[in-house]
């Protein structure tokens, strides 16, 4: 308190030249229209751009949670799209077909479970590459969901814990992906050679289907993984496989890896029921 009165009296002077300023500027502003109006737009002015600083501040920091939200509606609209397609491409011209079209887009949407996760490790460089993200157990993800990115297929959850799962990617020798072309029904499995993260083999692909450079690859939908028709990437190349009567296709990844952000890992709520049918057919049989 001693302290406090001496700094108060050393510097008197001070304090009493900023009152009397305070009392200038106040007969200033409130007796002169001119000075009044000048004031009051400086002070808009200086408020508006605190403001504008502070909005900017706040709308960066919500771009996280605006851009989960797009992931989000992203993944919606593409399974929105898979069962338009899928549908389409049994639809007649019998007016029983067409009801029935209407009538199973939403049950196809309803058939997967979408949880979005970030990703928090990453490899590309290696040959068993692996990818962490940071949702696990506690947020509903599950070994063997399929994990898809706004640009195509990532890679299949091997591991789980409370916090995180382990996804092996299409970059990893041991991944494999049946899938085909966009105007095809048949299958062939998608493989990595270990060599250029960019490319990845659509191996087994029988020599009598037609195909082309520059056609589409998607998920077959023959995998416990992924629904029909996630894009996986274009045709680049092709090969003859020494050892069978097939092909080997070059195909360019939609996936960027090495620039992973956000993901959705997709879980088919009907899995294990199908699972379960399929091995009471087989136990019977033994």
Same mark, same amino acid.
């Given at each position: 308190?001693?302290?406090?009165? *001496?700094?108060?009296?050393?510097?008197?002077?001070?304090?009493?030249?900023?009152?009397?300023?305070?009392?200038?500027?106040?007969?200033?502003? &409130?007796?002169?229209?001119?000075?009044?109006?000048?004031?009051?737009?400086?002070?808009?002015?200086?408020?508006? #751009?605190?403001?504008?600083?502070?909005?900017? @501040?706040?709308?960066? %920091?919500?771009?996280?949670?605006?851009? *989960?939200?797009? !992931?989000?509606?992203?993944?919606?609209?593409? !399974?929105?799209?898979?069962?338009?397609?899928?549908?389409?491409?049994?639809?007649?011209?019998?007016?029983?077909?067409?009801?029935? %079209?209407?009538?199973?887009?939403?049950? !196809?949407?309803?058939?997967?479970?979408?949880?979005?996760?970030?990703?928090?490790?990453?490899?590309?460089?290696?040959?068993?590459?692996?990818?962490? @993200?940071?949702?696990?157990?506690?947020?509903?993800?599950?070994?063997?969901?399929?994990?898809?990115?706004?640009?195509?297929?990532?890679?299949?959850?091997?591991?789980? &814990?409370?916090?995180?799962?382990?996804? $092996?990617?299409?970059?990893?020798?041991?991944? #494999?992906?049946?899938?085909? !072309?966009?105007?095809?029904?048949?299958?062939?499995?998608?493989?990595?050679?270990?060599?250029?993260?960019?490319?990845?083999?659509?191996?087994?692909?029988?020599?009598?289907?037609?195909?082309?450079?520059?056609?589409?690859?998607?998920?077959?939908?023959?995998?416990?993984? %992924?629904?029909?028709?996630?894009?996986?990437?274009?045709?680049?190349? %092709?090969?003859?496989?020494?050892?069978?009567?097939?092909?080997?296709?070059?195909?360019?990844?939609?996936?960027?890896?090495?620039?992973?952000?956000?993901?959705?890992?997709? #879980?088919?709520?009907?899995?294990?029921?199908?699972?379960?049918?399929?091995? $009471?057919?087989?136990?019977?049989?033994?």
């Amino acid at each position: 308190m001693r302290n406090l009165i *001496q700094f108060l009296v050393k510097n008197s002077s001070w304090f009493v030249f900023v009152f009397l300023e305070i009392i200038c500027f106040y007969f200033i502003f &409130s007796d002169n229209s001119y000075q009044k109006s000048v004031f009051l737009n400086s002070s808009n002015e200086f408020v508006g #751009r605190i403001y504008s600083v502070s909005g900017s @501040i706040t709308s960066y %920091f919500g771009l996280k949670s605006q851009n *989960q939200e797009l !992931l989000k509606q992203n993944a919606e609209l593409q !399974l929105q799209v898979l069962a338009l397609e899928n549908d389409l491409h049994k639809i007649k011209t019998d007016s029983t077909e067409i009801k029935a %079209f209407v009538n199973n887009r939403a049950e !196809l949407r309803k058939d997967y479970d979408m949880t979005i996760a970030q990703v928090v490790n990453n490899s590309v460089h290696q040959l068993n590459n692996l990818i962490t @993200i940071n949702k696990g157990s506690k947020d509903s993800v599950q070994t063997d969901m399929g994990v898809i990115s706004h640009q195509g297929i990532v890679g299949v959850v091997r591991a789980v &814990s409370t916090n995180f799962a382990v996804v $092996q990617p299409v970059l990893n020798p041991d991944t #494999r992906i049946s899938c085909k !072309l966009s105007n095809s029904n048949v299958p062939g499995t998608l493989i990595w050679d270990g060599q250029d993260r960019r490319y990845a083999y659509l191996t087994d692909y029988p020599e009598y289907e037609k195909f082309e450079k520059g056609d589409t690859v998607v998920t077959s939908g023959y995998s416990d993984f %992924f629904p029909e028709g996630i894009m996986v990437g274009v045709v680049e190349d %092709f090969k003859k496989q020494s050892v069978s009567n097939s092909y080997s296709l070059k195909v360019k990844l939609a996936t960027d890896f090495a620039s992973l952000k956000d993901v959705i890992a997709i #879980r088919n709520k009907k899995k294990k029921e199908q699972f379960k049918l399929e091995a $009471q057919l087989q136990n019977a049989k033994k």
